[in-house]
């Protein structure tokens, strides 16, 4: 008992339960996959040649490679003005801009693609208003193709990249670009000198978590995809179900993990650091590279008399286009912001209609859809298991990783950065190669369609989640609080529950509530380890979209799509509440 007192008052003995969790139900089980792909003992690649010498499965891996890097470029195309607007706007309107690209990140990715089938469908709204108008006489094709992926994936993603960039931009000291431009840059130049360059560390982040994201991708894919845009998640799923062959399975799987990986050590690096080293060794290139620097330096220097009186006739000269300017960005937001949020609000629309099936216009107003969901019990009961599974969750992954996040914030720099990478390793890995390592260690737990491993198989990735959220709020503590409590002999339990808990507590009810919505959504490792015997409402809707499209669904997705508006609602509540407390004068003292 004495052990276990010493070794809970540590930092890595507070971080013990997440990674006992972490290590048993993932970590393990990939050591083992990996093992049984090299057919361990005997140790062979067999199932990796297997796997590329079918010209099939290279079609499909580099297809995958193909529709990742393809999304990828479109949302950092889209997602880098759209950042740049938003920092640029005025604080109130930058919150509100946040605010709408938050709320369909935080929306059910089974919902949204159902919109997207409500929108792209032979009767959705696009083929309807042709039709009606008379501009055609067929529904055109615009579903289960790669376009249709193109738009459900970068809907989905988007958000991914636009919050990094807006993160960095926002530590952008302005006064240097006004600094640029005291010097005789044109905007143009100062944006592309100064600007660009401070902000790469956040296209970098965005773009890198959007293509490994996009590779564990199967959900859009199948959904909204045809049979050849298949991607390799959908490859491995479909084996999973299949044949059970976890030699072939966990080839697949490290195949795309290795892709992964090496993407990570590639770019995961500092790319935003320019100095060079003097003692690192000439390199061609760089000699190259220099030697034309230093003939633009040259060449500036000449023209700088030119450049400055030009520059003082120009500083002089109305503006007459920074209204166009203006003009085309706020445009631009708008359509971008009508992208990601259009769907949504089509669909909560579609979900009043009295028609018999669902279409746009909805001819008439009516509850019908609505009192369908909550009077079948097939919907309700799938509702509250869900609600079940997401409310354990929830509780378990925040005592885990809220224990985790403080006991890693008390450890030096370096072992916090390498055990909080470890954390988040669920999160950062494609979802289907988790997905199969999380189902291979519970079949050996004996856990496969029971209520217990989706929970246990939900916290591996939702204890990342409260990790980041609890640590950042932990990084604006003052630890001299917890000092001038110890001084006052108040031991470490009761100093953390009396001093640190309440100043952390709305870290922490977010991180809850993020955990919370990472379980209700979770549709890939949930069906892995549901089996036959548990039915969540994602698997619902999933089995649903693909099967038949009841306009029950309409009323499901619309609800789903209010939550994260509820949940911003609690945020909001339980910050303003901080702040005030924090803002709230001290008593006089009495004399």
Same mark, same amino acid.
């Given at each position: 008992?004495?052990i276990v007192?010493?070794?809970?008052?540590?930092?890595?003995?507070?971080?013990?339960?997440?990674?006992?969790?972490?290590?048993?139900?993932?970590?393990?089980?990939?050591v083992?996959l990996?093992?049984?792909?090299?057919?361990?003992?005997?140790?062979?690649?067999?199932?990796?040649?297997a796997?590329l010498g079918?010209?099939?499965?290279?079609?499909?891996l580099?297809?995958t490679?193909?529709?990742?890097?393809?999304?990828?470029?479109i949302?950092?195309?889209?997602?880098?003005?759209?950042?740049?607007?938003? +920092?640029a706007a005025?604080? &109130?309107?930058? !919150?509100?801009l946040? #605010?709408l /690209?938050? @709320?369909?990140y935080l929306? %059910?990715?089974l919902?949204?693609?159902y919109?997207?089938?409500?929108?792209l469908?032979d009767?959705?709204?696009?083929?309807?208003?042709?039709?009606?108008?008379?501009?055609?006489?067929?529904?055109?094709?615009?579903?289960?193709?790669?376009t249709?992926?193109?738009?459900?994936m +970068?809907?989905?993603?988007? &958000?991914?990249? !636009?919050?990094p960039m #807006?993160s /960095?931009? @926002?530590?952008?000291?302005? %006064?240097l670009?006004a600094?640029?431009?005291?010097?005789g840059a044109?905007?143009?130049?100062?944006?592309?000198?100064?600007?660009?360059?401070?902000?790469?560390p956040?296209v970098?982040?965005g773009?890198?978590?959007?293509?490994?994201?996009?590779?564990?991708?199967?959900v859009?894919?199948?959904?909204?995809?045809?049979?050849?845009?298949?991607?390799?998640?959908?490859?491995i799923?479909?084996?999973?179900? %299949?044949?059970f062959?976890?030699?072939?399975?966990?080839?697949?799987?490290?195949?795309?993990?290795?892709?992964?990986?090496a993407?990570?050590?590639?770019?995961g690096?500092?790319l935003s650091?320019?100095?060079?080293?003097s003692t690192?060794?000439?390199?061609?290139?760089?000699t190259g590279?220099?030697s034309v620097s230093?003939a633009?330096?040259?060449f500036?220097?000449?023209?700088?008399?030119?450049?400055s009186?030009?520059?003082i006739?120009?500083?002089?000269?109305?503006?007459?286009?920074?209204?166009?300017?203006?003009?085309?960005?706020t445009?631009?937001?708008?359509?971008?912001?009508?992208?990601?949020?259009?769907?949504?609000?089509?669909?909560?629309?579609?979900?009043f209609?009295?028609?018999?099936?669902l279409?746009f216009?909805?001819?008439?107003l009516?509850?019908?859809?609505?009192?369908?969901?909550?009077?079948?019990?097939?919907?309700?009961?799938?509702?509250?298991i869900?609600?079940?599974?997401?409310?354990?969750?929830?509780?378990l992954?925040?005592?885990?990783?809220?224990?985790?996040?403080?006991?890693?914030?008390?450890t030096?720099?370096q072992?916090r950065?390498f055990l909080?990478?470890?954390?988040?390793?669920?999160n950062i890995?494609?979802?289907?190669?988790v997905?199969v390592a999380?189902y291979?260690?519970?079949?050996?737990?004996?856990l496969?369609?029971?209520?217990t491993g989706?929970?246990?198989?939900?916290?591996?990735?939702?204890?990342?989640?409260v990790v980041?959220?609890?640590?950042?709020?932990l990084?604006?503590?003052?630890i001299?609080?917890e000092?001038?409590?110890?001084?006052?002999?108040?031991?470490?339990?009761?100093?953390?529950?009396r001093v640190t808990l309440?100043?952390?507590?709305p870290g922490?009810?977010?991180?809850?509530?993020?955990a919370?919505?990472?379980s209700?959504?979770?549709i890939?490792?949930?069906?892995?380890?549901?089996?036959f015997?548990?039915?969540?409402?994602p698997?619902k809707?999933w089995?649903?979209?693909?099967?038949?499209i009841d306009?029950t669904?309409?009323?499901?997705?619309?609800?789903?799509?209010?939550v994260?508006?509820?949940w911003l609602?609690?945020?909001?509540?339980?910050?303003?509440?901080s702040?005030a407390?924090g803002?709230a004068?001290?008593?006089?003292p009495?004399?």
């Amino acid at each position: 008992m004495q052990i276990v007192r010493k070794l809970g008052s540590t930092p890595f003995g507070l971080a013990l339960p997440a990674f006992t969790i972490l290590v048993v139900i993932f970590g393990m089980p990939v050591v083992r996959l990996f093992l049984i792909s090299l057919n361990a003992p005997a140790f062979s690649l067999m199932n990796y040649e297997a796997f590329l010498g079918q010209p099939a499965n290279i079609r499909v891996l580099l297809q995958t490679i193909e529709i990742s890097a393809a999304v990828t470029a479109i949302c950092v195309i889209i997602g880098y003005p759209t950042a740049y607007l938003m +920092v640029a706007a005025s604080k &109130p309107i930058r !919150i509100t801009l946040i #605010v709408l /690209v938050v @709320l369909p990140y935080l929306t %059910s990715g089974l919902a949204r693609t159902y919109a997207w089938i409500a929108i792209l469908g032979d009767h959705g709204l696009i083929n309807n208003l042709l039709l009606e108008l008379g501009i055609i006489s067929n529904p055109l094709n615009l579903i289960y193709n790669r376009t249709a992926v193109y738009i459900g994936m +970068v809907h989905v993603i988007l &958000p991914t990249v !636009i919050l990094p960039m #807006v993160s /960095v931009m @926002l530590g952008i000291d302005k %006064s240097l670009m006004a600094a640029a431009r005291s010097m005789g840059a044109r905007p143009l130049a100062a944006f592309w000198r100064v600007f660009l360059p401070l902000s790469l560390p956040g296209v970098r982040s965005g773009s890198l978590l959007a293509f490994v994201f996009c590779l564990g991708f199967y959900v859009i894919p199948a959904a909204l995809g045809g049979l050849r845009d298949a991607m390799l998640s959908t490859f491995i799923a479909s084996q999973v179900a %299949s044949s059970f062959n976890m030699a072939r399975i966990g080839a697949a799987a490290f195949i795309l993990l290795a892709i992964t990986v090496a993407l990570l050590s590639i770019f995961g690096l500092d790319l935003s650091r320019t100095q060079i080293s003097s003692t690192s060794p000439r390199k061609p290139w760089l000699t190259g590279f220099r030697s034309v620097s230093a003939a633009t330096r040259l060449f500036n220097e000449l023209s700088a008399p030119f450049r400055s009186k030009r520059w003082i006739t120009q500083i002089h000269r109305a503006r007459g286009d920074s209204r166009r300017w203006k003009m085309l960005g706020t445009a631009f937001v708008v359509i971008v912001m009508s992208y990601l949020l259009f769907p949504s609000l089509l669909v909560i629309i579609m979900s009043f209609s009295a028609g018999t099936s669902l279409g746009f216009p909805t001819g008439g107003l009516s509850l019908q859809w609505y009192r369908s969901f909550f009077s079948d019990p097939s919907w309700t009961g799938a509702l509250w298991i869900s609600v079940e599974i997401g409310a354990t969750v929830a509780i378990l992954s925040t005592i885990a990783g809220t224990l985790a996040a403080y006991g890693l914030n008390r450890t030096f720099p370096q072992q916090r950065g390498f055990l909080t990478t470890l954390l988040l390793a669920p999160n950062i890995l494609p979802g289907i190669v988790v997905a199969v390592a999380i189902y291979l260690g519970l079949l050996q737990l004996g856990l496969i369609g029971s209520l217990t491993g989706i929970v246990l198989a939900h916290s591996v990735v939702a204890i990342g989640i409260v990790v980041v959220i609890v640590s950042g709020t932990l990084a604006n503590f003052d630890i001299g609080l917890e000092q001038a409590a110890n001084s006052m002999r108040a031991g470490p339990l009761q100093t953390f529950i009396r001093v640190t808990l309440p100043l952390i507590s709305p870290g922490i009810i977010g991180g809850a509530i993020f955990a919370f919505l990472s379980s209700f959504d979770d549709i890939v490792i949930t069906s892995l380890i549901s089996g036959f015997s548990i039915r969540t409402l994602p698997l619902k809707m999933w089995e649903n979209i693909r099967n038949q499209i009841d306009p029950t669904m309409a009323a499901v997705s619309s609800l789903l799509m209010l939550v994260p508006i509820l949940w911003l609602f609690v945020l909001y509540v339980m910050w303003w509440r901080s702040n005030a407390k924090g803002q709230a004068p001290l008593p006089e003292p009495t004399a």
